[in-house]
């Protein structure tokens, strides 16, 4: 077996090497060091940023490790006050410093000398010092540690299925079940067990809303979408432009979702296609099993992305060897995965709740499209330069989905099994978009409408449902499952406006795997070129070296569905 070299944290400069947070008198000194110290040159302000950067690296990192371990297990209460002491006792004290620090950048002359790889980051400085209001710390802290009561809430969530007590996503497995009494008992067991939580859920909600509200009304802003947008930097596109998104989806998406439906219902022999036939294989075949255990997916994950080009595999063999992956669902793990990049040794963490489907076979892979971007910007010199926007980030995850099913046989010996791999994951990549531009454009509205009451939520929520929703599912006798559905979207809660992402990057990852099938080492190394920019650059700039657009204009989004429905008709 091939001997992989596992990179070790860089020897600090500026901080101890064992220091310890667990105080904040630990850190002030250091953060006073930065706020006082005189920047005569430009090797003044880089050697200042080198120290700030290290500063911000290791309390990420920390934090980092706070989350990681709260999440995988909810049920330790030490893990959950590790990590709120963090956000309630040294959070709140940095922030004052991020501003002062933010100032003394934007304020030096020297800053024009940094050279064109800091024009986005300086932008982003700029976003951040617009947003900034001392009184909002304290507001931003209680939002912090109320968003995380979300994670709390749905990991107690459990079913019991055939005498087994069993997560969420592990009872979700049933819902591909050719047994429809079975798929339908499954559904309304979860659908039920989410109700239960609806009530605590909406309040904290409207909590979080009045809360996010008044954040943005104290930095001088309309409503809380239009201080996200500034704090995101948003500079590629406005608000109009989402709207835009939404409405291209309407017209080119929805109706191939509509017809995939229609072609679903008349396979199965329904007189009425219910939520809990939406997943289930057509044809009677039983459910997608790529893989059993969590160990079995990383290794075969390693061997795909080795397949796809070398060096991938070898980073995802680096995570495995270091223990960075926490993969498999379990009672009291929170919901959901993620990639979080761990910038002081280089070397991301994944975390998700695998149960055996294909479904997470795309996660997996997905988050390991991170885990490359991760890798790819290791070396950029300064941490704030590794932080690159959502719509970047998620276009390295969804393309992998899409260029790694050329190696999914690695997973599936059966070629009819690989084939509806494929199928569902091609079908994935245009279903995701209606829901997304659905999220998207009801958080919008929420924002702009901060004081709407739950009952005029819900009436709002089903309104745009009606809109980018299929027309052929029957939800008759679940209207308080459809009226309730948005609460399944953790980013609703935990990151706000964090969501229309996926739509323009999985149209970006489209166009990328379009390139891919035209030239795969140049579609490879096109792809490596984009994501290794990291944030040095602005979202077109990055696509651009990408060798994509970005565009979700009507005809350009028509061409990618096209694109898809050829491949799709090619398997």
């Given at each position: 077996?091939q001997t992989i070299e596992v990179p070790t944290k860089k020897e600090r400069k500026f901080l101890p090497q064992d220091l310890v947070i667990d105080s904040w008198e630990?850190?002030?000194?250091?953060?006073?060091?930065?706020?006082?110290?005189?920047?005569?040159?430009?090797?003044?302000?880089?050697?200042?940023?080198?120290?700030?950067?290290?500063?911000?690296?290791?309390?990420?990192?920390?934090?980092?490790?706070?989350?990681?371990?709260?999440?995988?297990?909810?049920?330790?209460?030490?893990?959950?006050?590790?990590?709120?002491?963090?956000?309630?006792?040294?959070?709140?004290?940095?922030?004052?410093?991020?501003?002062?620090?933010?100032?003394?950048?934007?304020?030096?002359?020297?800053?024009?000398?940094?050279?064109?790889?800091?024009?986005?980051?300086?932008?982003?400085?700029?976003?951040?010092?617009?947003?900034?209001?001392?009184?909002?710390?304290?507001?931003?802290?209680?939002?912090?540690?109320?968003?995380?009561?979300?994670?709390?809430?749905?990991?107690?969530?459990?079913?019991?299925?055939?005498?087994?007590?069993?997560?969420?996503?592990?009872?979700?497995?049933?819902?591909?079940?050719?047994?429809?009494?079975?798929?339908?008992?499954?559904?309304?067991?979860?659908?039920?067990?989410?109700?239960?939580?609806?009530?605590?859920?909406?309040?904290?909600?409207?909590?979080?809303?009045?809360?996010?509200?008044?954040?943005?009304?104290?930095?001088?802003?309309?409503?809380?979408?239009?201080?996200?947008?500034?704090?995101?930097?948003?500079?590629?596109?406005?608000?109009?432009?989402?709207?835009?998104?939404?409405?291209?989806?309407?017209?080119?998406?929805?109706?191939?979702?509509?017809?995939?439906?229609?072609?679903?219902?008349?396979?199965?022999?329904?007189?009425?296609?219910?939520?809990?036939?939406?997943?289930?294989?057509v044809t009677g075949k039983a459910p997608l099993k790529p893989f059993e255990t969590g160990e079995e997916l990383i290794d075969k994950s390693i061997e795909v992305f080795?397949?796809?080009?070398?060096?991938?595999?070898?980073?995802?063999?680096?995570?495995?060897?270091?223990?960075?992956?926490?993969?498999?669902?379990?009672?009291?793990?929170?919901?959901?995965?993620?990639?979080?990049?761990?910038?002081?040794?280089?070397?991301?963490?994944?975390?998700?709740?695998?149960?055996?489907?294909?479904?997470?076979?795309?996660?997996?892979?997905?988050?390991?499209?991170?885990?490359?971007?991760?890798?790819?910007?290791?070396?950029?010199?300064?941490?704030?330069?590794?932080?690159?926007?959502?719509?970047?980030?998620?276009?390295?995850?969804?393309?992998?989905?899409?260029?790694?099913?050329?190696?999914?046989?690695?997973?599936?010996?059966?070629?009819?099994?690989?084939?509806?791999?494929?199928?569902?994951?091609?079908?994935?990549?245009?279903?995701?978009?209606?829901?997304?531009?659905?999220?998207?454009?009801?958080?919008?509205?929420?924002?702009?409408?901060?004081?709407?009451?739950?009952?005029?939520?819900?009436?709002?929520?089903?309104?745009?449902?009606?809109?980018?929703?299929?027309?052929?599912?029957?939800?008759?006798?679940?209207?308080?499952?459809?009226?309730?559905l948005w609460q399944k979207q953790l980013h609703l809660y935990e990151v706000p406006f964090y969501y229309i992402e996926y739509g323009m990057a999985q149209l970006g990852?489209?166009?990328?795997?379009?390139?891919?099938?035209?030239?795969?080492?140049?579609?490879?190394?096109?792809?490596?070129?984009?994501?290794?920019?990291?944030?040095?650059?602005?979202?077109?700039?990055?696509?651009?070296?990408?060798?994509?657009?970005?565009?979700?204009?009507?005809?350009?989004?028509?061409?990618?569905?096209?694109?898809?429905?050829?491949?799709?008709?090619?398997?």
């Amino acid at each position: 077996m091939q001997t992989i070299e596992v990179p070790t944290k860089k020897e600090r400069k500026f901080l101890p090497q064992d220091l310890v947070i667990d105080s904040w008198e630990k850190l002030e000194p250091y953060f006073e060091d930065l706020k006082n110290r005189e920047i005569n040159s430009k090797e003044d302000l880089l050697k200042w940023m080198d120290d700030r950067s290290e500063l911000e690296a290791v309390l990420e990192e920390d934090m980092a490790w706070r989350y990681i371990k709260m999440n995988i297990d909810t049920t330790d209460e030490k893990l959950a006050k590790d990590f709120q002491f963090f956000i309630t006792e040294i959070a709140p004290k940095t922030a004052p410093y991020d501003d002062a620090f933010n100032r003394k950048l934007f304020d030096s002359p020297y800053k024009n000398e940094l050279g064109k790889d800091y024009d986005f980051y300086l932008k982003k400085i700029e976003s951040a010092i617009k947003v900034f209001r001392e009184e909002n710390i304290p507001l931003q802290t209680e939002l912090q540690a109320e968003s995380q009561k979300y994670g709390a809430i749905v990991a107690k969530m459990t079913v019991e299925v055939d005498g087994k007590e069993l997560t969420l996503s592990q009872a979700s497995k049933y819902l591909k079940d050719s047994n429809r009494e079975k798929r339908k008992e499954v559904f309304e067991k979860i659908s039920n067990r989410r109700l239960q939580d609806k009530d605590e859920l909406n309040k904290l909600y409207s909590d979080l809303v009045k809360k996010r509200d008044k954040v943005a009304k104290n930095a001088g802003f309309d409503n809380f979408r239009d201080y996200k947008f500034v704090e995101m930097t948003r500079i590629d596109y406005t608000p109009q432009d989402c709207f835009n998104f939404h409405d291209s989806i309407a017209s080119e998406v929805v109706p191939v979702i509509n017809k995939w439906d229609e072609e679903r219902k008349q396979a199965l022999g329904v007189d009425s296609y219910k939520p809990y036939d939406t997943e289930v294989d057509v044809t009677g075949k039983a459910p997608l099993k790529p893989f059993e255990t969590g160990e079995e997916l990383i290794d075969k994950s390693i061997e795909v992305f080795t397949r796809l080009r070398p060096s991938f595999g070898e980073k995802l063999a680096i995570m495995k060897e270091l223990g960075y992956l926490d993969l498999e669902s379990k009672k009291g793990k929170a919901p959901g995965g993620f990639n979080y990049p761990l910038y002081e040794i280089g070397v991301p963490f994944i975390y998700m709740n695998a149960v055996g489907t294909q479904q997470d076979l795309t996660t997996m892979v997905h988050e390991g499209g991170h885990a490359m971007q991760s890798f790819l910007t290791r070396d950029l010199p300064h941490t704030g330069l590794k932080s690159f926007p959502s719509e970047v980030a998620e276009l390295a995850s969804m393309s992998m989905e899409l260029m790694s099913m050329d190696h999914w046989d690695v997973f599936y010996d059966n070629e009819e099994d690989l084939k509806r791999a494929k199928r569902e994951q091609l079908k994935r990549s245009l279903s995701v978009l209606p829901w997304v531009a659905t999220i998207d454009r009801f958080q919008h509205w929420v924002y702009e409408n901060p004081n709407h009451t739950e009952e005029q939520r819900y009436e709002k929520w089903l309104e745009i449902m009606n809109t980018f929703g299929s027309s052929v599912i029957d939800w008759s006798g679940y209207d308080e499952v459809l009226k309730n559905l948005w609460q399944k979207q953790l980013h609703l809660y935990e990151v706000p406006f964090y969501y229309i992402e996926y739509g323009m990057a999985q149209l970006g990852a489209i166009a990328v795997w379009r390139n891919y099938k035209k030239d795969k080492e140049k579609g490879l190394d096109a792809y490596e070129r984009g994501l290794s920019l990291g944030g040095t650059r602005n979202i077109s700039e990055v696509y651009d070296a990408a060798g994509i657009k970005f565009d979700f204009s009507q005809p350009y989004v028509k061409e990618l569905v096209d694109f898809v429905v050829e491949e799709m008709n090619k398997i």
